[in-house]
């Protein structure tokens, strides 16, 4: 098998697996109160330039983005999202879990535009009904978003602009965050992203590590009783050193960056194989995640050859869109492989 | 004040007025198990030709949609909706506060379209990422629906017969049920109605009750603990005859029908006066809610003039979408003075 | 039947009917911003002297209870009650779906004692694993309690003391207020109860409505959202007349107070006439309910007379507690019935 | 410092360390669908003797213990617990977040009591206000209790016999299962507890792990969606495979009981400790979690010695209770030291 399914078949990071090893003899206090814990909560300060922040380990994205919400929103609010993000589609009502509703709005290339925002918020405050409906009471975005897109700095700067305007705390789903920043063209840094929004996360689970999330609130405004809610939630881990271990190796020596930076230019030269052979593309994709189009019977026989990818949905009766994904793990032969195949 | 603001601005209907005045000294049982509630009961499924029909009386319609759809979904299933449906729009969350999504599909002229269910259930089962989504586990529809439009009998058949494919129950919330019975042109009969959704309510807040909404479980299909589930959601009356009294006067000598009937027709009266002194409407509607555009300047004049209707929201620059409702209580004089003043 | 079952076997006190009849024509408002609601509001708070009250009306106590409680608890808290709460006991987990804990301590005669309240509080924040606990968000006690004992001014001023000192907001349940405000030896008025708390309610269904209750939040203190958290809970009556008008009259020629002092002689009398023939009390209650010991024997032979009446619990195996309840209803005839069958 | 404070201190057992990093470069499935779930679950199976067990891994055990209630209560039930369980005490009210509510009941020395919920259950079912009442839908004991203490073959048969005469389904949380298994005295094995109960997860995290709980549904009867409800509580891993590939290692060559066997040695060691040198304990622990009574002398003088353990709470004014923890990991040398300066 040769996955291109996605970013998290492989196990950990090389280096991240030697340094579970090597603190794995020690004692350490339980809950995210050890000494890597607190590392790693150093690390990512400083890469954010944000000494203000205050960050929290947790398992995966789907428990994260339903801890921060949950924590954030009150009882009567919403969260505003694009139709197609993740806590809309994917994750199996986490958020209305939490007796929250997902307002949804147009998206526009799987991101949200700052217009539409303003716009809904506007007709939100003028509608005569508004206290018979949900209140937005904060923003969701990813970034990179679900069909691999960024916004640019302007297109950040402009949604928070807006959030601000209407205080309101935007939140970015960084899933795939480190995909993002290394991709060519891209104009975010981590100090600016910490500059533009209220709080987010830092993927691990999908770049590096077996799992875990990092979340940063960007100015010393998480909920002061985070930690009972993350309990609340089956959210906080016992041996909290597993998540503090781990981002503490993909913050030293800038290895989160670095295989985050493989990945793409695996993905680049993936995507010139694709462009190669005359493939097109769903959606033009500067980030880890290719939606190719394929016909039935290109997917057929690159099943016979054991490529493993997904079969997002139809583009029409005889084609397919096809989600390849490459990750920190991804290798040249791979590549080859798929190269040699199609 | 001439309102014509909503159809819950006046009391009760003096009938019905009158049998609560003539029961009031009896001591009856407790939470709905008293004569004037199974008196009601049966007189309702006489009426929808259901011998069996389990019914049930709560107090408002919020309350209605979100004990029904959270006595029928399972914790992992939403409710599907069209985008304009009252659920997804005025409930406040209510939906989501029982942790269920509420499922939105495209509308059209405010209704489901058969096909478009059926598309959105076809593409879900299809979906590789269905695990990880909320899987639809009931249909909602309104009749009529948030914007006075009806179904025609053929097209909730269709919509019922897409819900019996996919096995999903059908909802079919009649907070104004009687107004549409009642329309020119419809072709829907209470028991076509019971025959062809599994559970339905029949309004009586917005037709004739003080409050009150008669839910209809078609065939014995009520939960085992719906009394319950009630008591859980706050929705048991402790007096319970309050309701029962009141449906047991709608539902005798046609009064029900009849003054929905006298609704509409005041209804088509307006609907002729804003036609003749040239008015467009918003969209064409048969029932007691009509959608009409005036320009700000007569909003303006109307409001002096100490005429209530709903600013339902902007058309364009120069004109507002206006909803003017009539009920049961509506008088030929406020019609009247609405012609004069116009 | 003659039914000593419970205080909302009647329908509406005339004087309250009345009201809704001479009122039944006129034009209002919806949800509650009608001129009956804001008279009946101007009452109360003169009849608690307390000008900074915010009131809502509700149609009953159990939805009271849930958004009341829902709207003070943050996400992590849990109200603190005594095991015999009505919360605790026959809200069919009204609380719990709310997604809160109601955390009990133990009763004396059906009350909260301050020592343990205080004991319970103190120790929690002495425990080393309170963050893994449920916070203690508020505290709820009733007034009469489910066993119709009543505290006195002081121990109500102890617990609101302790609560004070905690920053944990106090919440009365006055389901049967009135009855508890008029009973012999009572020392607590409105105006001290107003005092002495942050909010409780009135109880209108059981004292003379057909349904409502007014909640009461003493100082200005409702959640600026609460209108949107009553319409999530399906807890805003479209016609908020009803409500509003009701208490209008209850509060009218302090007509609410002499209807409960009324329920309470009619108890008195009973009581004696249960003590004039050698039954013993489970309990000893000063107001409307009533639990006596009965021989299983007596029991069958009430029934047969017709006298409708609460089988509480097995008292051992000859005898059974059941309560009896008087309200505003209750006539002296219906005494005289039972004294003669006893 | 020398730790007796729990038994998630330490990082993994070296064999299980070593299968993650032989493991680690290997392609796998995502979402627990990889061959070393599959290899993990066929060797549980197998040591449960139960070839009916359908087994899920989840990584902590409040999370595992809100998705198995909330997968297996209807929405107007609760789960049954004596008032020291888990779930009920250090869960942050993790439960009543899924809108369940935990009915508790009396323990002694931390267990439930076969007569106590008999009784319960019985009063439940012949109480006239029952419908008002959370109804119980499922039973929850812990083995080891949160205690120490076990149940015996005997009492955890009575109990089941309970569950099963009232249709209950009974769930034993097995935090820390293998250091039940494995005391002396005990007469309950692994297919024992999985003959006498519907669900039970076998603890990870305590029991050499990074983390990770086996749920084992005893008779093909998880929920079918029980996919969906994890992921709905955030409790799916991307990565599966880490939760696989330890169990994988846990259930090879009899590693899990053996390392069990060797954390009850050191603690019955401990416990002949404190004996030869005179104190009294609060109860009679079997198992690895020793409460033991300390002067506050001696707990001053044991945190100046760097010896770590949990302060219990107070026993009276002079002394305190204590809780010392062994685990796989405990090393003989830490026994001496403890001795020494005892």
């Not at 924590?71 to 609010?77: A, D, G, K, N, R």
Request: negative net charge; hydrophobic residues 40%; charged residues 20%.
């Amino acid at each position: 098998m040769i996955s291109f399914e996605s970013d998290y078949n492989n196990g950990a990071h090389p280096k991240v697996l030697q340094h579970l090893v090597e603190t794995n003899g020690e004692q350490t206090l339980s809950y995210g109160f050890d000494v890597y814990c607190d590392s790693a909560k150093e690390k990512i300060k400083a890469a954010c330039d944000d000494p203000d922040a205050e960050i929290f380990f947790l398992a995966g994205g789907t428990q994260t983005n339903a801890t921060v919400i949950d924590s954030i929103l009150h009882t009567y609010e919403g969260v505003v999202s694009v139709e197609t993000g993740h806590i809309n589609t994917h994750e199996a009502g986490a958020i209305e879990f939490t007796e929250h509703k997902v307002i949804s709005i147009k998206e526009k290339d799987g991101k949200m535009d700052a217009q539409t925002l303003d716009d809904y918020l506007y007709n939100f405050l003028h509608d005569g009904n508004a206290s018979h409906s949900v209140y937005p009471g904060m923003v969701y975005i990813t970034f990179p978003t679900e069909y691999g897109t960024l916004y640019s700095a302007r297109e950040l700067d402009e949604i928070f602009q807006v959030c601000r305007r209407y205080n309101l705390p935007l939140y970015v789903d960084g899933a795939r965050l480190g995909y993002g920043l290394m991709a060519d063209g891209n104009d975010i840094t981590l100090p600016y992203l910490a500059s533009h929004c209220d709080v987010f996360y830092i993927g691990g689970t999908k770049i590096g590590a077996l799992c875990g999330e990092a979340i940063v609130f960007t100015h010393n405004n998480a909920h002061e009783h985070f930690f009972n809610i993350q309990k609340q939630h089956g959210a906080l881990m016992a041996k909290g050193r597993l998540l503090g271990v781990q981002f503490d190796a993909l913050f030293t020596d800038n290895l989160y960056f670095d295989i985050s930076r493989h990945a793409i230019e695996m993905a680049m030269r993936m995507k010139r194989i694709f462009q190669a052979k005359g493939f097109r593309f769903f959606i033009d994709s500067p980030t880890n995640q290719q939606f190719v189009i394929l016909s039935n019977e290109t997917v057929k026989q690159l099943c016979k050859k054991d490529i493993v990818f997904t079969h997002w949905g139809p583009f029409d009766k005889q084609n397919m869109i096809c989600r390849f994904v490459t990750s920190w793990a991804t290798k040249a032969e791979e590549l080859d492989y798929l190269e040699k195949n199609l």
